[in-house]
């Protein structure tokens, strides 16, 4: 072993003193940066994108509410056994590693601060800091722009330069994950979101300057004075003067002007005219269409009614969280846990909600259907098991066959006409004959005892 190199632990001193003296092996990085582009963009532009952040307030909403989701997801360490089954693993060092990041950073504020990386620039770099065993301890984040890799002729990447000032601090390949967006542009880099929206940024921010220098000054000019005469110095001061003290600000709003020897032209451009609430919407909207985050997460009320707001919620889960949870896990498992070992592998939590609405219809017509029993069902609903019949499936009474007789009436099939029922019918015919018969008795007696 032989101590780090003074470059490195210049980075280690910058960022945890204490960890400077940490001992690792030299770390050798060619020159030749020929090859599938240059690769060291030193992410100039990255810096810029990361500002964006503090000047635009729905890009912060954004970023913030992606950002703070994602990190709130539970992971898990497991262990791929040999009949091809996982099962959790309760304790082990990366679990601490991974529950424990670095003395000074949460695993929380750790994933926050790399999904913003991501989002705005496309780049997250972690740092991992290991031990004398070269067992890691500790993983920082590393800000885009001041990393760049430093590309091989043979092995495609030679290791990283992180730059502070003017001091190149080298990297070795093995200290150092990077997840990116792939730029179409350079495969060294990333590319993210707020690179694709920039003059829409710059739009948003001169909109929301304009309205605040509208209200502080009037956005002036608003109109011109005019004067037939020219001005003396003295004149012009005294005018200027008094103009800003009695006009400017807004507690001096629309107060009425006095002039002297001059007339004012009104201009006529206002707040309305400039349709300065359907730009910010519009930018807003921008902003929204370029994350792919529905309005109803970013809690925009309008035209939201319970339906779309938890397809929202389904939306936002499914296709913004997930990705960007996958892109951790295989960088995690990749460039981490499989170096240790192979078998072991972390894992988080599908944060999608559950449609309960799907899942009440599935379990029903399952049931129905004999498809699932009624435990299975009352799972997918998250209920207990049955007390009696849970595992059984459920069988639909036969329907009856029938059949049409000649007067037009739906009968009994022959087949499944049983004794009883002929006794029945029987009894039936003879009550009504008897009733019939009897009336026809009764009528003939009383007309006989007419005649006589």
Do not use: C
Not at 134 to 156: F, G, K, L, Q, S
Not at 246 to 251: E, F, L, N, S, Y
Not at 361 to 377: D, F, H, M, P
């Amino acid at each position: 072993m032989t101590l780090i190199s003074s470059g490195y632990r210049s980075l280690l001193s910058s960022i945890f003193p204490e960890k400077a003296n940490t001992e690792r092996p030299p770390m050798s990085i060619g020159t030749n940066a020929n090859i599938l582009g240059s690769g060291l963009s030193s992410g100039t532009n990255h810096l810029s994108q990361m500002q964006a952040m503090t000047s635009t307030s729905w890009l912060f909403a954004v970023i913030d509410r992606i950002a703070s989701s994602t990190a709130a997801v539970p992971w898990g360490l497991f262990r791929m056994m040999p009949d091809g089954e996982s099962r959790r693993v309760e304790r082990h060092p990366l679990l601490d590693l991974w529950g424990f990041v670095n003395p000074f950073t949460t695993r929380h504020e750790f994933l926050e601060t790399s999904i913003q990386h991501f989002e705005l620039t496309g780049e997250t770099w972690w740092l991992i800091v290991r031990n004398k065993s070269r067992r890691p301890v500790e993983i920082w984040n590393i800000r885009p722009d001041r990393i760049r890799p430093v590309p091989h002729p043979t092995d495609y990447i030679s290791g990283y330069i992180y730059q502070i000032g003017t001091t190149q601090i080298p990297l070795e390949k093995s200290d150092v994950v990077f997840i990116k967006r792939p730029s179409p542009i350079d495969p060294y880099r990333g590319i993210g979101t707020v690179a694709s929206m920039m003059m829409d940024l710059g739009s948003e921010q001169m909109s929301a300057q304009w309205t605040r220098n509208f209200f502080q000054n009037g956005a002036a000019p608003s109109g011109v004075i005019e004067f037939e005469e020219s001005m003396n110095d003295q004149d012009w001061e005294r005018l200027v003067q008094r103009w800003g003290e009695q006009h400017q600000g807004v507690a001096n709003a629309h107060r009425v002007a006095i002039l002297e020897r001059g007339h004012w032209v009104d201009r006529k451009y206002s707040v309305r005219d400039m349709q300065m609430e359907q730009l910010r919407k519009l930018n807003r909207d921008i902003i929204f269409g370029a994350f792919g985050i529905p309005t109803a997460v970013m809690g925009v009320a309008e035209m939201v009614n319970r339906a779309n707001a938890e397809a929202g919620d389904i939306t936002f889960s499914r296709y913004l969280m997930k990705p960007r949870l996958e892109r951790i896990k295989q960088a995690l498992n990749e460039r981490l846990v499989h170096a240790i070992d192979k078998t072991l592998f972390f894992d988080y939590e599908d944060p999608t909600p559950e449609n309960r609405d799907l899942n009440s219809k599935i379990a029903q017509e399952g049931y129905k259907n004999g498809l699932l029993t009624r435990n299975e069902g009352r799972a997918m609903l998250g209920l207990g098991e049955a007390d009696e019949g849970g595992e059984e499936f459920f069988s639909a009474p036969a329907p009856t066959p029938v059949a049409l007789g000649a007067d037009g009436i739906f009968q009994k099939a022959a087949s499944d006409i049983r004794d009883d029922d002929i006794n029945e019918e029987e009894d039936a015919m003879a009550s009504n004959w008897t009733r019939r018969l009897a009336k026809e008795r009764d009528e003939i007696i009383a007309y006989l005892e007419e005649l006589e």
